[in-house]
T-cell receptor, first 115, second 111 residues
Framework: DAGVTQSPTHLIKTRGQQVTLRCSPK?????VSWYQQALGQGPQFIFQ???????QRGNFPDRFSGHQFPNYSSELNVNALLLGDSALYLC??????????????FGPGTRLLVL | DQQVKQNSPSLSVQEGRISILNCDYT??????FLWYKKYPAEGPTFLIS?????DKNEDGRFTVFLNKSAKHLSLHIVPSQPGDSAVYFC??????????FGKGTKLSVKP
């Protein structure tokens, strides 16, 4: 049973570029959340997708957008990259919206470096 | 403004001794708290949780204590083992169903 997978594992971009990160949820899960973990910080909630719609959103600008596909996989898109977007991006999956938080499973993350 | 604070960036303990990791929060509306463990190159994994209606929850070597009046919780690991060496995150369940994390404490357990 595959857990949460993310691709790519590492990525280097330059300021102003756009990036797309991908996440496949754990088998049987239908909800995907994205978090940004900057160096020395804890993960920060970006947004959550369920039934192909953004359901909740944290305090992130519109440059951060996402998508969920019918197979429940998800993409995180960041436009007009800034140096401060350099971080580890974590994807977490769960079953349904109203769940205990401990049933969220995290992927290993994608490390993005913006130069 | 950090709503969940872990003021100790690192902690070093001897194998077999107790590890105590601390966490403070500012929002009295938080009613569910979790601890996650994170190894390098892996995502956080759930360790233990506690509801605000309890003041203690125990799972094997791990115990979480909650002091609501002080808005403080702590994670006790007894006895500590070298495999416990990792970054530990305290998190609160937000009103949107999201997790609000502290900055983490890096625990090193020395043999």
């Amino acid at each position: 049973d595959a857990g949460v997978t993310q691709s790519p594992t590492h990525l280097i971009k330059t300021r102003g570029q756009q990036v797309t990160l991908r996440c496949s949820p754990k088998s049987g899960h239908d909800t995907v959340s994205w978090y940004q973990q900057a160096l020395g910080q804890g993960p920060q909630f970006i947004f959550q997708y369920y039934e192909e719609e953004e359901r909740q959103r944290g305090n992130f600008p519109d440059r951060f957008s996402g998508h969920q596909f019918p197979n429940y996989s998800s993409e995180l898109n960041v436009n007009a990259l800034l140096l401060g977007d350099s971080a580890l991006y974590l994807c977490a999956s769960s079953l349904g919206l109203a769940v205990l938080q401990e049933t969220q499973y995290f992927g290993p993350g994608t490390r993005l470096l913006v130069l | 403004d950090q709503q969940v604070k872990q003021n100790s960036p690192s902690l070093s303990v001897q194998e077999g001794r107790i590890s105590i990791l601390n966490c403070d929060y500012t929002n009295s509306m938080f009613d569910y708290f979790l601890w996650y463990k994170k190894y390098p190159a892996e995502g956080p994994t759930f360790l233990i949780s506690i509801s605000s209606i309890k003041d203690k929850n125990e799972d094997g070597r791990f115990t979480v204590f909650l002091n609501k009046s002080a808005k403080h919780l702590s994670l006790h690991i007894v006895p500590s083992q070298p495999g416990d060496s990792a970054v530990y995150f305290c998190a609160a369940s937000g009103s949107q169903g999201n997790l609000i994390f502290g900055k983490g404490t890096k625990l090193s357990v020395k043999p």
